[in-house]
C-alpha cells in the first residue's frame, strides 16, 4: 500500500489526518507542499480523481487575499493548475493518494472508508 499525505504542518486539518493515521499505525509519506512544492504532474494527477473546484480552496485566507479579477479568472482545471502551482496554499488540504487514487480533505468516516479492508 502507497500513501502519502500532501499539505502544510500548521494546518489544523492536515494535523488530525496525520494523528489519524498516526493512532492506527498506518504509514504514509508526508509531503510539505510549503517546502517541497508541487508540479504540475502532481496537479495533473490529482485532478484524474478530483475536480478542480474542489482542490481549491475558496474558503481560506489564501483566496480571500487574491484580487477579484484573479478569482474570475480561475474557471478550469488549466487556469487552477496555474493558480495552484504559484500559490500551493490555495489548495484544500490534506491530499490523500493511496494506490493511487485522490481524496481531498479530511473526515474521520471518510477515512474509515478509504481504509476499510476489503
Known amino acids: 500500500m502507497s500513501i502519502t499525505l500532501y499539505g502544510i504542518p500548521n494546518c489544523d486539518t492536515v494535523k488530525k489526518a496525520r494523528t489519524w493515521l498516526d493512532a492506527r499505525g498506518i504509514p504514509y509519506v508526508f509531503h510539505d507542499f510549503k517546502k517541497a512544492?508541487?508540479?504540475?504532474?502532481?496537479?495533473?494527477?490529482?485532478?484524474?480523481?478530483?475536480?478542480?473546484?474542489?482542490?481549491?480552496?475558496?474558503?481560506?485566507?489564501?483566496?480571500?487575499?487574491?484580487?477579484?479579477?484573479?478569482?474570475?479568472?480561475?474557471?478550469?482545471?488549466?487556469?487552477?493548475?496555474?493558480?495552484?502551482?504559484?500559490?500551493?496554499?490555495?489548495?484544500?488540504?490534506?491530499?490523500?493518494?493511496?494506490?493511487?487514487?485522490?481524496?481531498?480533505g479530511f473526515a474521520d468516516a471518510s477515512y474509515q472508508h478509504i481504509f476499510e479492508k476489503p
Open 37 to 104: 512544492g508541487i508540479s504540475e504532474a502532481l496537479v495533473s494527477g490529482w485532478l484524474r480523481d478530483v475536480a478542480w473546484d474542489v482542490l481549491v480552496n475558496r474558503k481560506g485566507t489564501t483566496w480571500r487575499g487574491l484580487d477579484e479579477a484573479r478569482k474570475e479568472s480561475i474557471f478550469d482545471a488549466a487556469s487552477a493548475t496555474t493558480l495552484m502551482l504559484e500559490a500551493p496554499s490555495i489548495v484544500k488540504r490534506p491530499v490523500l493518494v493511496k494506490d493511487g487514487r485522490t481524496h481531498v
